[in-house]
């Protein structure tokens, strides 16, 4: 199964796994507890993604001087992290929550196929 149709088919299971996350390390007192939030940032990352893979087969080169308010696919990090700073959230908060996202999806990719030979 390729990343792509892998992301794209488990966006259920995603928005689950993250809620389980920010449940169980304390993040409910600072977030919503709606599934429909959740949701909301699953898709927007999904979003970015797959639009990334759909553009560029291999990992993109990262610089040190590249300006990532420019990338397109940094974007909606970009207008979330923007978005949360508006209602208080701290960098700290923000940051340490998106590491839990990209612990979702690189659970995703350890509990299926993908990436391993037969």
């Given at each position: ?53 759909r553009c ?63």
């Amino acid at each position: 199964m390729a990343l792509y149709e892998l992301i794209e088919n488990n966006e259920d299971w995603l928005i689950d796994h993250i809620i389980d996350y920010a449940k169980h390390n304390g993040y409910f007192q600072y977030t919503p507890t709606l599934a429909r939030a959740w949701r909301e940032s699953i898709v927007g990352l999904n979003e970015e993604l797959l639009t990334a893979i759909r553009c560029h087969a291999e990992l993109l080169p990262m610089g040190a001087d590249d300006d990532y308010r420019q990338d397109p696919f940094c974007q909606f990090a970009l207008c979330s992290g923007r978005r949360h700073r508006a209602r208080g959230v701290t960098l700290q908060l923000f940051l340490s929550l998106m590491k839990y996202f990209r612990k979702t999806y690189l659970d995703l990719v350890e509990i299926s196929d993908f990436g391993r030979s037969t």
